[in-house]
């Protein structure tokens, strides 16, 4: 019954490895987000999802960033082939319902460190 | 474009020092504004948020801020600075919508002096 959960905390990857990062989003909000946190900056939209449909993918920066929620529940965003610039804090955030209006509770992020 | 500034980066209060953090917003429209917390290996969390009507807002830990259209400014103000509230603290608005997607400003981090 905690709050939206994120795993693993930290992830250290070489250039041009794959990572998958996964967020548990709290049960029963139909509203799942992801940001990305630079070292020093605000954080920056990249995806949005209504149950398991894909709304809104527009800060995805390039095709190597892809996000999933197959059952409407836990997401999982994957990068591939990763680049030092993709080394940032990713935070997950979940809803109870779709509006800016409703709450966006926010996990503690996962670290990305590309060596 | 839509955007979020917060002009200041850092700022240092004394503890029991009242403290004001600005934030301005570029939209076509006035959107939905909120203040969120970030502490070291926490998650943001959500002081206050203005949607409409009275434009002076209260929040949780003792935070109000004030929403003034003729500026296109949402200030966080605190009357008394515990040493507690050293964090980063962030300034977003929301054009409404479906999706209700953030934006954010860049962050100021408070420093609270003993």
């Known amino acids: 019954g905690a709050g939206v959960s994120q795993s693993p905390r930290y992830k250290v990857a070489k250039r041009g490895q794959d990572v998958a990062l996964r967020c548990d989003p709290i049960?029963?909000?139909?509203?799942l987000f992801w940001y990305q946190q630079a070292l020093g900056q605000g954080p920056e939209f990249l995806t949005y999802?209504?149950?398991?449909?894909?709304?809104?993918k527009s800060g995805l920066p390039s095709d190597r960033f892809f996000a999933e929620r197959p059952e409407g529940s836990v997401s999982t965003l994957k990068i591939q082939r990763t680049q030092q610039e993709d080394s940032a804090v990713y935070l997950c955030?979940?809803?109870?319902?779709?509006?800016?209006?409703?709450?966006?509770?926010f996990g503690p992020g996962t670290r990305l460190t590309v060596l | 474009a839509q955007s979020v500034t917060q002009p200041d980066i850092h700022i240092t209060v004394s503890e029991g020092a009242s403290l004001e953090l600005r934030c301005n917003y570029s939209?076509?429209?006035?959107?939905?504004l909120f203040w969120y917390v970030q502490s070291p290996g926490q998650g943001l969390q959500l002081l206050l948020k203005?949607?409409?009507?009275?434009?002076l807002v209260q929040g949780i830990k003792g935070f109000e801020a004030e929403f003034k259209r003729s500026q296109s400014s949402f200030n966080l103000r605190k009357p008394s600075v515990h040493w507690s509230d050293a964090a980063e603290y962030f300034c977003?608005?929301?054009?409404?919508?479906?999706?209700?997607?953030?934006?954010f400003g860049q962050g100021t981090t408070l420093q609270v002096k003993p």
């Open positions: 955030a979940s809803s109870y319902r779709q509006g800016a209006y409703n709450e966006q509770f």
């Open positions: 977003a608005a929301s054009q409404g919508g479906n999706t209700g997607k953030l934006i």
């Open positions: 203005y949607f409409s009507g009275d434009t």
């Open positions: 939209y076509g429209a006035t959107p939905y």
């Open positions: 049960s029963g909000h139909v509203s």
């Open positions: 999802f209504q149950n398991e449909a894909q709304l809104d």
